[in-house]
């Protein structure tokens, strides 16, 4: 099963409930959690994994042989996202906007042009004391775009197997902390996703970035559930908007002083308040009931 914990809004405690999920259901099966927001990815600052492995990410950049190339400008033509121009009988190649298609390669008459792996961020993942998979992705400072990172997290493999967590002995859990946003990285953490919770507060900011998240997570046509953080720090109609998209409330976290002063030691959501952990527990049984069918 793969869950991923999202929210059109950051800072809205995505990391929270991921990180509590993941320590619940460690409990009973295999866990692995990706931390898929590769500009500040935070979760092991809550899980405190051992780091035993990681690699590079790189995207292939064209590259341009000036003795071949004739100026004809057809690699420009054909780029879709303006990453070549001829100036001066030239080709320039401008690698923050190219997106690594190859159709520059393919269309070039006089094979002028090769591609080169750039370095645009990196694979970290490790162990932690419960026995949870963590990996995160890590971009690049000055890298535009971190797609590339962020598809080769989801294909990285747990540190303790040789295989891929869709071969491993059921029953097994991936929980995908997503980037906040609504933005194509949001989309492509979902991808691939069997349930999706939504963290929000009853705010109006609140109440209007879970607006622009539900209307992508309906779009890709999957099972959602929201759970509310900070309940009573605002009055925003969440609950109403809930009924009327008919997104079931899972669950609510209270504003407490005690919580926020505990996360910001690092200190995990069941760590600083034990006694949420029947309640997390409860959620993570209605997500593989509800998924499974059962």
Known sequence: MRVVVASGKGGTGKTTLATALAQVAAETQAVRVLDCDVEAPNAALFLHPQWSSGAEVTRPVPRVDAERCTACGRCAEVCRFNALAVVAGSVLVFDDLCHGCGRCTWICPEQAIHEEPLTVGQIEAG???????????LLRIGQPMGLPVLRALKHWPPTTASVSVSARPSPWIEIRDAPPGASCPVVETLRGA???????????????????????????????????????????????YCAEQGLPIALRLPLERRLAEALARGQSLLAAAPEYRPAIRHLLERLRCEVSGA
């Open 194 to 240: 069997d349930a999706v919770i939504l963290v929000t507060e009853p705010t109006a900011f609140g109440l209007h970035d879970l607006r622009q998240v539900v209307g992508i997570v309906q779009e890709l046509g999957l099972p959602a559930w929201v759970v509310i953080n900070r309940d009573g720090i605002g009055e925003a109609p969440i609950a109403a």
């Open 127 to 137: 162990r932690t004391p419960e026995g949870i998979d963590l990996a995160q992705g």
